[in-house]
Every structure is written in structure tokens, then in C-alpha cells.
């Protein structure tokens, strides 16, 4: 069973969905023997960073998370749920995240040409870091496969983690991985057939 964490943020129910239709049971909870019980674990996000690691430790959730994460529990955080992975964010000011992915979260601003729309939204072609073997979590899919990103903020300092590249005017962080612990910036349950295979390779972890 995968335990979708329910902290007050997040595409919770389309995610839901998207296991469903490929036969994963999943329950949507903010209980912490819920989360324990489980099998793997999904954390979402949507909206600003502070703000969602704000209430993640008013639910008393961040230290529950990182315990299972390191317990060796797979995790998989998607978009603003990735970016709380890492050690700091900088949007609206500098709060802490979950320290469990090395590197921060800064403005794609900083590293995309100033021609370039904010937010990144749409479909983007995935790429491989060369010279590493592609992640499990990219099993069932190809290189050059497309997801779709809504997002202004991007991973950054944390090239030991990352498993998939974007361009958008620069190579950006797509998704991240470390040991059972895995992020992706786009939004799988938005992304057609890649997006399943994606939460397909997951459940099989």
C-alpha cells in the first residue's frame, strides 16, 4: 500500500487516480501509523515553499518522513513535494526543507535567459546525465520521453542527485535520486502514458 501524504497541499486525489489506473492501492492520509504502515510513501506539493514545510511540521509530518526515508521506505516527492527534499528553499526568504537530498531550491530565474517565460509551463523532453545508468524510476520509459512542468522554482547545487535534466534556456533539475528516496519537478499524474509508467516503475521499487 503507498500512503499519500496529506499535509494540507497537493494534486492529492489526481494522484490517487493515476494509481489507480494502474492498479496501485494507495490511501490518502495524514495519520502517522498510516504512513508507517505503508509501503512506500508519495509526497506532493503545490504552492510556496515556506509555506508547505510550514505545515509539514505543524502536522509533526517532516520528522516522520525523513525517519521512514532513511529507514530505507521509498519516497517518491513530487514537484513542490521534491523540492522540499532538499536542504533549504529560497522562495520568499530562506526556510528549511527536509535536508534529505542534498543541494537548495532556487528561482529558475537565476539560471534561464530573461526571454524566457516564469513559470516554465508545459511539456519537456526528459535527458539522462551521461555517463550515469538511467534510474530505476525511468524503467519503463525513454530518454526524450515529454512530461509536464508548472513551476518557477527548480533543484539547483545538487548534481550528485540528479537523475533527469530539462531544457528550458539551461539544463534544469527534473528529477532527483538517492538511495530509495526519489523527486521529480514535473507532474507525473499529468503526463499521459509517461507519467504512469513513471508511477508504474515506482510501485515496483
Given at each position: 500500500?503507498?500512503?499519500?501524504?496529506?499535509?494540507?497541499?497537493?494534486?492529492?486525489?489526481?494522484?490517487?487516480?493515476?494509481?489507480?489506473?494502474?492498479?496501485?492501492?494507495?490511501?490518502?492520509?495524514?495519520?502517522?501509523?498510516?504512513?508507517?504502515?505503508?509501503?512506500?510513501?508519495?509526497?506532493p506539493g503545490v504552492g510556496a515553499f515556506g509555506d508547505a514545510a510550514a505545515l509539514l511540521r505543524r502536522c509533526g509530518l517532516d520528522k516522520l518522513v525523513c525517519a521512514e526515508a532513511w529507514g530505507g521506505k521509498p519516497l517518491l516527492g513530487i514537484c513542490l513535494g521534491m523540492q522540499l527534499l532538499f536542504d533549504y528553499g529560497l522562495e520568499y526568504g530562506h526556510h528549511k526543507g527536509l535536508g534529505l537530498i542534498p543541494g537548495c531550491v532556487r528561482p529558475i530565474a537565476d539560471h534561464i535567459p530573461a526571454e524566457y517565460k516564469i513559470p516554465h509551463i508545459g511539456w519537456n523532453a526528459l535527458r539522462f546525465p551521461a555517463g550515469k545508468p538511467a534510474?530505476?524510476?525511468?524503467?519503463?520509459?525513454?530518454?526524450?520521453?515529454?512530461?509536464?512542468?508548472?513551476?518557477?522554482?527548480?533543484?539547483?547545487?545538487?548534481?550528485?542527485?540528479?537523475?533527469?535534466?530539462?531544457?528550458?534556456?539551461?539544463?534544469?533539475?527534473?528529477?532527483?535520486?538517492?538511495?530509495?528516496?526519489?523527486?521529480?519537478?514535473?507532474?507525473?499524474?499529468?503526463?499521459?502514458?509517461?507519467?504512469?509508467?513513471?508511477?508504474?516503475?515506482?510501485?515496483?521499487?
Open positions: 500500500m503507498i500512503a499519500i501524504i496529506d499535509y494540507g497541499v497537493g494534486n492529492l486525489f489526481s494522484l490517487k487516480s493515476s494509481f489507480a489506473a494502474i492498479g496501485a492501492e494507495t490511501v490518502v492520509t495524514g495519520e502517522a501509523e498510516v504512513i508507517r504502515a505503508a509501503d512506500k510513501l508519495i509526497l534510474s530505476p524510476l525511468f524503467q519503463h520509459i525513454q530518454e526524450g520521453d515529454c512530461v509536464y512542468f508548472v513551476h518557477s522554482f527548480c533543484g539547483a547545487e545538487c548534481e550528485e542527485s540528479v537523475i533527469a535534466y530539462a531544457e528550458y534556456g539551461a539544463q534544469l533539475t527534473a528529477a532527483v535520486g538517492r538511495d530509495s528516496i526519489y523527486g521529480v519537478q514535473f507532474h507525473p499524474e499529468k503526463s499521459g502514458d509517461v507519467g504512469l509508467n513513471i508511477l508504474r516503475a515506482f510501485c515496483e521499487l
